[in-house]
């Protein structure tokens, strides 16, 4: 069965069947900053939000054979725009992201990696469409049958395509042991940590991302921006602030700073997600 459930637009569920919408659960948030400022959406409602998700499909393809998976920069920063600029820079050799049609997939591409995560956060469930997987490649698809989402088993493939230097984006605290596990057991391989779609985490969960990440983006959660104004290392945004929790994580945010020219000048009142849950 074709079918595709992804989390955006204020933390709504949305499930694609077939390239069309079925379903569109109520939003969790009523304002989102990024959707105001770049498609004018002064409240989430789900008629905006079917109206958006409608657009994706024929802009791009999105859940559909005709999926369009390269992609230049579109927010100055996210968590996307950072890898890219990591793989352009070849600081890391590849990264363990999420695209809809093939679910945990191997990038090495900064445009693909941009494409895939730039475009759509928060994929939920997928189920497998030839023609992406046939774009990304086969073999570097965990499972091209299922197309399951597993990022511990994508780090684990990559090791033993060969890559040394891999970012992971994850949004499981579970996941985390799994990594430093796979840490202790590669002292010649390095794993980056981008800890991505965080609203609505619980503070147990929030503490374990926040301390074992490189990185971790905002979103709307009110229990990451608590501990990330207090510890983080080096933030970046305002209205969805990125944090980052290493050397390193602070380190490629300054790199993603240097290749857009510097901050921009701060507000005094920066438009912020609401609510913050």
């Not at 091209?144 to 992971?168: L, R, S």
Request: charged content about 25%.
């Amino acid at each position: 069965m074709d079918k595709h459930i992804i989390e955006c637009l204020g933390k709504s569920r949305i499930t694609i069947q077939n390239g069309k919408i079925t379903d569109i659960t109520p939003p969790q948030i009523k304002y989102c900053p990024l959707f105001d400022h770049h498609k004018g959406i002064k409240e989430i409602t789900p008629e905006k939000i079917k109206e958006n998700i409608q657009y994706r499909i024929d802009d791009f393809g999105m859940c559909t054979p005709q999926r369009q998976l390269k992609m230049k920069d579109f927010l100055n920063f996210g968590i996307s725009e950072i890898i890219s600029t990591l793989l352009d820079e070849n600081i890391i050799d590849c990264a363990i992201m999420v695209c809809e049609g093939c679910g945990t997939v191997i990038i090495t591409e900064s445009t693909i990696a941009q494409g895939i995560g730039g475009r759509i956060s928060g994929i939920i469930k997928t189920s497998p469409i030839n023609p992406i997987i046939q774009q990304l490649g086969k073999n570097n698809v965990i499972n091209p049958k299922t197309a399951e989402i597993n990022q511990i088993e994508g780090i684990k493939k990559a090791i033993k395509m060969g890559y040394k230097n891999i970012a992971v984006t994850i949004t499981l605290a579970e996941d985390i042991k799994n990594i430093s596990q796979i840490k202790n057991k590669h002292d010649d391989i390095n794993i980056y940590t981008f800890v991505v779609h965080t609203t609505k985490v619980n503070k147990k969960d929030a503490k374990i991302l926040f301390d074992n990440c490189d990185i971790i983006t905002s979103c709307a959660s009110k229990n990451i921006r608590e501990i990330g104004f207090k510890k983080s290392l080096k933030t970046v945004g305002q209205s969805i602030p990125i944090f980052s929790n290493s050397e390193n994580g602070k380190k490629f945010l300054e790199l993603r700073l240097e290749k857009i020219g510097g901050e921009k000048s701060k507000k005094n009142k920066p438009d912020i997600p609401y609510p913050l849950i």
